[in-house]
């Protein structure tokens, strides 16, 4: 293959995954509300952070962002655990996967409410009973 045949390759090939979010470098975010009237425990990790337990009073936000890997497999699951309503453990952020994506956004934001957990006012994953 001519070398600018793989280089125009790749442009398109980046082209495409900047259409539908962003590039693979970009910075992403996750932003958690807690829309309950109890304490919510949240843990969430990647393969490469771990950003210890955060302890939400009700109403109150929790956010962080990060840079993807080169390849945009970046994936941040977060664990959550509420008196009353159980457990959950809910992928925040799958990368640049959309086929499998529940919700595709850059900046993630989610609602944790007494039905579940909405992304972006999409309710997508429920509670799992204690």
Same mark, same amino acid.
């Given at each position: 293959?001519?070398?600018?045949?793989?280089?125009?390759?790749?442009?398109?090939?980046?082209?495409?995954?900047?259409?539908?979010?962003?590039?693979?470098?970009?910075?992403?975010?996750?932003?958690?509300?807690?829309?309950?009237?109890?304490?919510?425990?949240?843990?969430?990790?990647?393969?490469?952070?771990?950003?210890?337990?955060?302890?939400?009073?009700?109403?109150?936000?929790?956010? &962080?962002?990060?840079?993807?890997?080169?390849?945009?497999? *970046?994936?941040? %699951?977060? $664990?959550?655990?509420?008196? =009353?309503? /159980?457990?959950?453990?809910?992928?925040?952020?799958?990368? &640049?996967?959309?086929?499998?994506?529940?919700?595709?956004? *850059?900046?993630? %934001?989610? $609602?944790?409410?007494?039905? =579940?957990? /909405?992304?972006?006012?999409?309710?997508?994953?429920?509670?799992?009973?204690?």
């Amino acid at each position: 293959m001519a070398p600018n045949l793989g280089i125009m390759m790749l442009c398109i090939f980046m082209l495409g995954i900047g259409g539908v979010a962003s590039w693979p470098w970009d910075k992403g975010s996750v932003t958690i509300n807690n829309r309950l009237t109890v304490n919510l425990k949240v843990f969430c990790h990647s393969a490469e952070d771990d950003l210890a337990v955060q302890m939400m009073t009700p109403s109150s936000v929790y956010k &962080f962002s990060f840079r993807q890997d080169i390849f945009g497999r *970046t994936l941040f %699951t977060c $664990d959550f655990n509420a008196v =009353g309503y /159980g457990y959950a453990g809910i992928k925040v952020w799958e990368g &640049f996967d959309y086929s499998s994506r529940r919700c595709v956004c *850059t900046r993630c %934001t989610w $609602d944790v409410t007494g039905g =579940g957990f /909405g992304c972006n006012g999409k309710l997508i994953y429920a509670w799992s009973p204690a």
